[in-house]
C-alpha cells in the first residue's frame, strides 16, 4: 500500500531479544525497513550480556544494551536485584530515546523491549507491537492499550490485544534459512548422507534441548532395524555423548550429530521430517518451507506458550506433538511411524503451507510507514 511519506528520513528504535527467537525477527524487521529506506536511522536496545549485544552488531547495526532481566517465577536471589534492574533500564531507556528521538519504536518481545515501550508511550512516541507466539507476553499484554499497531502471527488475538489495532503479518524470516528450492540432494550431500533415503532433522534451538536429546538416546537403536538417517543437532553439552552412541550402535553413516546447524536451508532442504521444539519462530520457518514436524514443546516456556503453538497447528493437522516428559517412550517410534505414512506426511505438509507467511518483514514496514505518516 502506498503512503505519502514525510520528507525526513526515519528514525526508528527496535527493541528486545534474549533468544534467537527474538533477535533474527528484530534484525529482519531492519533490514526490510533500511531497504525501502535507505537514508533511515535505526538503533536497536537489547539487554546487556544477551546475546543481541553481540549478534545485532554483525548484522551491521549499533545496539544500546540496558541492564535488565527476567523476573523468575520460582524463588532465587536474583529477583531481589529486578527492582534495581526496572528502575535502572527505565533511566537508561528515557535517555536513549531523549538522544536519539525516533519517529517510532518497535517492540519484538524481550527483557528490554519493555523499559524501552514503556517509556516511549510516556513520551508520546508511537510504539509498533511485533507479538510472535499464539499466547503473549506480559509485557506486550501491558502496552498493547497505548501500542498504535500490534503485528500478530496468529489468528484470534483479540482475547489479549484491543482488535482495532491487531495487524495479521505472520513472523519475518531469515531468507538464507527458508531459501530450499531445489536444494535436497546438496542438503543430503552436505551432511554425508544419502539423499535417497528418508532424512530425519533433529533442531533443538541453538543450545540443543536436553528433553529432546535424552529421548532420542532412549530409542536409538532403533536406527538399525531401519533405513532412515538423521540430523541431530544436539548442542554443545550433549555432542560428545551423542557421538559416543552413534558409535557403539554402529550408525555413523545414517545419523550426524552436530553441535550447531549453519546452513540450515539445507538442513530443511533434506529432511522428510522435523523434530522441533515449538517456539514461534521454528514453526513460522517450517510453515515456509512446508515440512512434516513432530513438536515437543519446551514446558518451562513462559506460561507454557510453545504448547499453545504447536496446538495451533495440531488442530488443523499441520503438525504432531509429542509432551517433553514422554519423548523416551513415544519420539523416536511416532516419527517413524509418521515416516511409514506418505498420506499423512503430504497431508501435513500441506496444512502446515497454510500457516506461512512470506512476506511478514515487508508487511510489517507497511504498517510502520503508516504509523510514521501519521505521528
Wanted: net charge positive; hydrophobic share 40%; with cysteine.
Amino acid at each position: 500500500m502506498e503512503t505519502t511519506q514525510k520528507s525526513k528520513s526515519p528514525r526508528l528504535i527496535v527493541s528486545g531479544g534474549g533468544t534467537g527467537g527474538h533477535i533474527f525477527p528484530a534484525i529482519a524487521i531492519a533490514d526490510a525497513f533500511k531497504r525501502r529506506h535507505p537514508d533511515a536511522e535505526i538503533l536497536f536496545v537489547g539487554a546487556k550480556g544477551k546475546m543481541e549485544m553481540e549478534r545485532v552488531p554483525k548484522a551491521g547495526y549499533p545496539i544500546e544494551g540496558l541492564w535488565i532481566s527476567g523476573f523468575k517465577r520460582e524463588l532465587s536471589l536474583d529477583n531481589l536485584s529486578f527492582p534495581f534492574k526496572l528502575i535502572s533500564s527505565l533511566c537508561k531507556a528515557k535517555k536513549i530515546l531523549k538522544k536519539f528521538k525516533p519517529d517510532m519504536v518497535v517492540g519484538v518481545g524481550g527483557f528490554a523491549s519493555g523499559p524501552i515501550m514503556r517509556k516511549a508511550t510516556k513520551l508520546h512516541i508511537p510504539v509498533v507491537i511485533q507479538e510472535q507466539n499464539s499466547f503473549p507476553g506480559v509485557t506486550n499484554k501491558i502496552v498493547a492499550p497505548k501500542a498504535a499497531r500490534i503485528c500478530v502471527a496468529y489468528e484470534n488475538m483479540e482475547k489479549w490485544f484491543p482488535k482495532d489495532k491487531i495487524v495479521l503479518t505472520g513472523n519475518p524470516l531469515r531468507n538464507n534459512v527458508v531459501s530450499t528450492e531445489g536444494k535436497h540432494d546438496e542438503g543430503a550431500h552436505f551432511f554425508g548422507l544419502d539423499p535417497q533415503k528418508p532424512i530425519i532433522l533433529l533442531v533443538g534451538g541453538s543450545q540443543g534441548a536436553l528433553g529432546i536429546n535424552k529421548g532420542i538416546s532412549a530409542k536409538l537403536a532403533m536406527f538399525k532395524d531401519v533405513d532412515y538417517q538423521m540430523i541431530w543437532q544436539t548442542g554443545k553439552f550433549y555432542v560428545e555423548q551423542a557421538q559416543k552412541e552413534v558409535d557403539e550402535l554402529g550408525l555413523g553413516e545414517r545419523v550426524k550429530p552436530v553441535v550447531f546447524i549453519d546452513r540450515m536451508d539445507l538442513a530443511y532442504a533434506s529432511a522428510d521430517v522435523v523434530i522441533s521444539r515449538a517456539g514461534a519462530m521454528s514453526i513460522s520457518e517450517l510453515s515456509l518451507v512446508g515440512k512434516a514436524v513432530v513438536f515437543v514443546p519446551l514446558p518451562t516456556a513462559a506460561e507454557d506458550h510453545q504448547t499453545k503453538n504447536a496446538m495451533s497447528l495440531v488442530e488443523k493437522d499441520a503438525a504432531m506433538i509429542v509432551k517433553n516428559d514422554e519423548t523416551s517412550e513415544k519420539l523416536i517410534p511416532t516419527v517413524f511411524e509418521l515416516l511409514n505414512d506418505k498420506e499423512k506426511i503430504c497431508k501435513m505438509q500441506e496444512n502446515i503451507a497454510k500457516f506461512a507467511r512470506p512476506n511478514a518483514a515487508e508487511d510489517i514496514v507497511n504498517e510502520l510507514d503508516k504509523v510514521w505518516c501519521i505521528s
